[in-house]
C-alpha cells in the first residue's frame, strides 16, 4: 500500500489520536483512510441522484478574519444562481454564515467543497431535502 504523508495542525493530529484509541483504531492510517472513504461517498445518495433540492450550508469561522469572509462572499457570488439566501451571523468569536441552495446535488456538491478548503474555515455542516418528493407527500 503507498504512504502518504499529511500535514496537520497538533491539535487536529491530538484529536486523532484521540479518537484512534478511544475506538480502538488500529492507529491514525484506518482513521484516515476511513475519513477519505467517508468524504468522498458522502454525496452518493442515490436518493439525490437527478433530484431538485434545498439544502441548507453553515461555515463557521473565527471573527475577525477578512480574508476568510472575502473568501466565502466570493464562494457565494461564483454560485449566485443556487443561493436563495444568505445571512452572515457572530457567534462567541466566530462568524457563522448560513446558506439556503436550491440546486442540484452535484452543484451543491461542489459549494461544500469548496467552502472546506477555504483555508481557516472550521466547520461546513450542511442538510439536504429533495424538492421532487415534496409534492408526493400525503396532505393532513
Same mark, same amino acid.
Given at each position: 500500500m503507498p504512504v502518504v504523508s499529511v500535514s496537520m495542525p497538533e491539535e +487536529?493530529?491530538?484529536?486523532? *489520536? /484521540?479518537?484512534? !484509541? @478511544?475506538h480502538?483504531?488500529?492507529g491514525r492510517s484506518e482513521v484516515v483512510r476511513e475519513s477519505a472513504r467517508s468524504l468522498l461517498t458522502e454525496f452518493e445518495d442515490e436518493r439525490?441522484?437527478?433530484?431538485?433540492?434545498?439544502?441548507?450550508?453553515?461555515?463557521?469561522?473565527d471573527f475577525g478574519t477578512p480574508c476568510i469572509e472575502r473568501r466565502v462572499?466570493? +464562494?457565494?457570488?461564483?454560485? *449566485? /444562481?443556487?443561493? !436563495? @439566501?444568505?445571512?452572515?451571523?457572530?457567534?462567541?468569536?466566530?462568524?457563522?454564515?448560513?446558506?439556503?441552495?436550491?440546486?442540484?446535488?452535484?452543484?451543491?456538491?461542489?459549494?461544500?467543497?469548496?467552502?472546506r478548503a477555504v483555508d481557516g474555515v472550521e466547520n461546513v455542516d450542511y442538510s439536504?431535502?429533495?424538492?421532487d418528493t415534496v409534492d408526493?407527500?400525503?396532505?393532513?
Open positions: +487536529l493530529l491530538e484529536r486523532l *489520536d /484521540a479518537h484512534a !484509541a @478511544a480502538e483504531y488500529t439525490f441522484e437527478d433530484a431538485h433540492l434545498a439544502g441548507t450550508v453553515s461555515v463557521l469561522y462572499t466570493e +464562494l457565494r457570488h461564483e454560485f *449566485d /444562481a443556487a443561493v !436563495a @439566501a444568505n445571512d452572515h451571523s457572530h457567534v462567541d468569536d466566530y462568524c457563522l454564515d448560513l446558506f439556503v441552495l436550491e440546486t442540484e446535488l452535484e452543484e451543491i456538491s461542489s459549494f461544500v467543497g469548496k467552502l439536504l431535502v429533495s424538492l408526493q407527500l400525503p396532505e393532513n
